[in-house]
């Protein structure tokens, strides 16, 4: 919410800002700093304010200490400060900055990361609850326009937070009024250690431009509605990498490199393969099963497939609900309840549709099992899957970690495990 | 970014809405209904505004028609014409409504679903180029507080839009000066008939409070910041939704029946389901190699776990590239080629990781067939996972549609196949 030209004296030809944030998105970091050096100041000053923070400081290391702390010079304090989280040489790099900036980039940085104190901007207009509005609308003229935020200020009252005001309430109010009749006193301020995500929820909830950081009951920072909207989707980004079992790219798919690609993904996928030996050594105990009655084997996909399917979408739905917060670990057993209803609702479906052709084609005690099966698996999925988010947060952990990949590979194991349990009964007992 | 209490008498309880807002994210339509009713009115409609439209739709389907015209008057005209294309008594409850809010929204509703026409607020100043600071100064003051977005207006010269101007820049600016001294001409406007996403990712792409809605030339509407958070969220969830293989619920999970839920997930199921009887043919067609070799089938279920999981993977890295613009259709062969690279380097590993204990407990033939499998669902993976979402792009689709399940069928199926063919060359070679 700054006003476009602040804190660079040359205005960004904005097109070409555009054209260059585009071909950044495009190549490496180190090709994206060649394109950073030959381009005008200004311009590259306003394409690098829309990457992720973590690509800002593998571009910012490629590049020259003057030209770097150039660019640095023109970030928003809240941004630099995020993007200094993501360097091992933030102390060098503060070094070149004016006084104030650096000043202002530490009390930013002292803060725990993804807290609310990193995220907000420590330069704004702080109005008086005993000034007169005229006095208040002359500050609001006169204050530099790097200061944010001058649509709400927040209002004190001997160096304590009272309420916010809006610009336009200001603007509709006589000049001799003191600030405080047009305070709205109805506002719950922020705290610095509050986790962001949470924090850019309320502004989405509550449709403020811009809500107080208090500390000590006075205001320290605020968090403008734009920041909000770049902090929910780095947690969206972050949630749809988590949920398929990758980590964050943390920087546009094409200006990853393949390492960067293969890493992202590695972890979970060994670990899925090595919980997957488990399903190696299931099928292995009932080796003897799967001998007698080979045919056992040709639904091990389509049951293992459903299962996983079906867990997938409970732990989506239940994941995503949480992060918006509909859900709370204390819903556990109501969601439990809900997921295993809708488990034996899907899974009867699909057996219902299973049973005539599977009696047919090959016979009567098969399909008994591999609908026994998919009621089963459907249960499982939806259990398991409704289950361990609300589990990993009641401990704590950010339910969008169980992802994917670890409910099938869960799903899986034991799926076969009941298999071939019923197998073992209906064939046996049948015998 | 109306302010507190626009267009109420009374001011809504904050308090209290959101705790009324809380419980309606908690229980079905019928029973939030009959909160609603008995909530005083002002706290009902601030509760309102920050469900989904369907959800909106459902709540005010249960109540009197003079409780729903009085909470439909109190809703800002986007909100408005959003819920009501959710509703087949649109023009029922529109004819409750004084004619000015019924005129607006028929305005809305004009334009196609999803689109920026349905989005924007039709209630906005519009600046002249030509009057004076001072006098738009005065416009701002006494305009209706339910007129939006006054701190990024339009400007327009003989009803052609020209730019937009800031509320600051023009109390910064001399009373007498034109207002198109002040004016920002720099601003691509939107078209009514542009993607309500692209037009919220532009907001936060640029930052700007405002964005000007022009048709033939005349602002006909401005969409504003926090429209565009609300947007973004809906295509967050719907796309989180999708991403599993279940259509949105369009309401918090624990307001959704159970009916509703098992809705929400039966399509993609089944049709999962149905094309994993594929899995079985295939399986069937080899069941002569399983007889003779058994331990083939041990491996089924890791092989397609790995493959499926590596699928998920990529489609989810695609389809979020896609969604917020890093990636489009054309990039088709370069993220193809990139993706296969890395189906490559994991299926690699997992091959290494796998050859010396199936060698050593099973049997060097069967350790060929596993890791040669490996490396080709990790690569069939990747490839269907990162080419299916760009080639429904560049069908005019939505890339979130092609799910995780969608993509694991398909691996398990050809990863099926590959693996046997494999087996058959290798053992029958080998004997």
């Given at each position: 919410m700054t006003e476009p030209g602040s804190s660079t004296t040359t205005e960004p030809q904005r097109g070409e800002a555009e054209a260059l944030r585009r071909k950044l998105t495009a190549v490496d970091p180190v090709k994206g700093a060649a394109l950073l050096r030959s381009a005008p100041i200004e311009n590259a000053g306003a394409a690098l304010r829309d990457l992720d923070s973590n690509h800002q400081a593998r571009l910012l290391e490629q590049l020259g200490s003057q030209k770097r702390t150039a660019l640095l010079t023109m970030m928003p304090p809240d941004e630099r400060a995020r993007m200094l989280s993501e360097t091992d040489s933030a102390a060098t790099w503060l070094d070149g900055l004016p006084a104030d900036q650096r000043e202002d980039t530490r009390r930013l940085v002292?803060?725990?990361?993804?807290s609310v104190g990193r995220m907000m901007t420590p330069r704004f207009l702080e109005l008086s609850a005993t000034e007169s509005v005229g006095d208040a609308l002359d500050r609001v003229r006169c204050c530099e326009t790097d200061v944010e935020a001058v649509y709400r200020m927040p209002v004190e009252d001997n160096g304590h937070f009272v309420g916010m005001v809006s610009l336009r309430e200001l603007l509709r109010?006589?000049?001799?009024?003191?600030?405080a009749s047009v305070a709205d006193r109805d506002v719950e301020p922020l705290s610095p250690t509050d986790d962001q995500e949470v924090a850019a929820r309320r502004i989405l909830t509550t449709e403020e431009l811009t809500l107080p950081v208090v500390h000590g009951g006075a205001v320290i920072g605020v968090v403008t509605i734009d920041d909000a909207m770049e902090i929910l989707q780095l947690e969206e980004a972050e949630d749809a990498a988590l949920s398929s079992g990758a980590s964050p790219l943390r920087r546009p798919y094409l200006a990853a490199s393949l390492f960067r690609l293969v890493r992202s993904r590695v972890t979970w996928l060994v670990a899925a393969a090595a919980a997957g030996v488990l399903t190696v050594r299931v099928l292995a105990y009932f080796e003897s099963e799967l001998e007698e009655v080979v045919a056992l084997a040709l639904f091990i996909p389509l049951l293992l497939g459903a299962g996983g399917n079906i867990g997938a979408q409970a732990t989506t739905t239940v994941v995503r609900a949480m992060a918006v917060d509909d859900l709370c670990v204390r819903d556990l057993p109501r969601v439990v309840w809900r997921e295993i209803r809708v488990g034996v609702m899907l899974g009867g479906l699909l057996a219902v549709l299973a049973a005539g052709p599977i009696t047919l084609v090959y016979e009567a005690r098969l399909a008994i099992v591999v609908c026994l099966t998919l009621v089963s698996v459907c249960i499982i999925g939806t259990a398991a899957g409704s289950a361990l988010p609300l589990a990993v947060g009641r401990l704590g952990g950010d339910p969008a970690v169980v992802s994917a990949p670890f409910i099938t590979t869960f799903v899986d194991a034991t799926g076969l495990l009941v298999y071939f349990l019923y197998a073992r009964t209906v064939f046996e007992v049948s015998v």
């Amino acid at each position: 919410m700054t006003e476009p030209g602040s804190s660079t004296t040359t205005e960004p030809q904005r097109g070409e800002a555009e054209a260059l944030r585009r071909k950044l998105t495009a190549v490496d970091p180190v090709k994206g700093a060649a394109l950073l050096r030959s381009a005008p100041i200004e311009n590259a000053g306003a394409a690098l304010r829309d990457l992720d923070s973590n690509h800002q400081a593998r571009l910012l290391e490629q590049l020259g200490s003057q030209k770097r702390t150039a660019l640095l010079t023109m970030m928003p304090p809240d941004e630099r400060a995020r993007m200094l989280s993501e360097t091992d040489s933030a102390a060098t790099w503060l070094d070149g900055l004016p006084a104030d900036q650096r000043e202002d980039t530490r009390r930013l940085v002292q803060h725990p990361p993804e807290s609310v104190g990193r995220m907000m901007t420590p330069r704004f207009l702080e109005l008086s609850a005993t000034e007169s509005v005229g006095d208040a609308l002359d500050r609001v003229r006169c204050c530099e326009t790097d200061v944010e935020a001058v649509y709400r200020m927040p209002v004190e009252d001997n160096g304590h937070f009272v309420g916010m005001v809006s610009l336009r309430e200001l603007l509709r109010e006589r000049d001799d009024a003191p600030v405080a009749s047009v305070a709205d006193r109805d506002v719950e301020p922020l705290s610095p250690t509050d986790d962001q995500e949470v924090a850019a929820r309320r502004i989405l909830t509550t449709e403020e431009l811009t809500l107080p950081v208090v500390h000590g009951g006075a205001v320290i920072g605020v968090v403008t509605i734009d920041d909000a909207m770049e902090i929910l989707q780095l947690e969206e980004a972050e949630d749809a990498a988590l949920s398929s079992g990758a980590s964050p790219l943390r920087r546009p798919y094409l200006a990853a490199s393949l390492f960067r690609l293969v890493r992202s993904r590695v972890t979970w996928l060994v670990a899925a393969a090595a919980a997957g030996v488990l399903t190696v050594r299931v099928l292995a105990y009932f080796e003897s099963e799967l001998e007698e009655v080979v045919a056992l084997a040709l639904f091990i996909p389509l049951l293992l497939g459903a299962g996983g399917n079906i867990g997938a979408q409970a732990t989506t739905t239940v994941v995503r609900a949480m992060a918006v917060d509909d859900l709370c670990v204390r819903d556990l057993p109501r969601v439990v309840w809900r997921e295993i209803r809708v488990g034996v609702m899907l899974g009867g479906l699909l057996a219902v549709l299973a049973a005539g052709p599977i009696t047919l084609v090959y016979e009567a005690r098969l399909a008994i099992v591999v609908c026994l099966t998919l009621v089963s698996v459907c249960i499982i999925g939806t259990a398991a899957g409704s289950a361990l988010p609300l589990a990993v947060g009641r401990l704590g952990g950010d339910p969008a970690v169980v992802s994917a990949p670890f409910i099938t590979t869960f799903v899986d194991a034991t799926g076969l495990l009941v298999y071939f349990l019923y197998a073992r009964t209906v064939f046996e007992v049948s015998v």
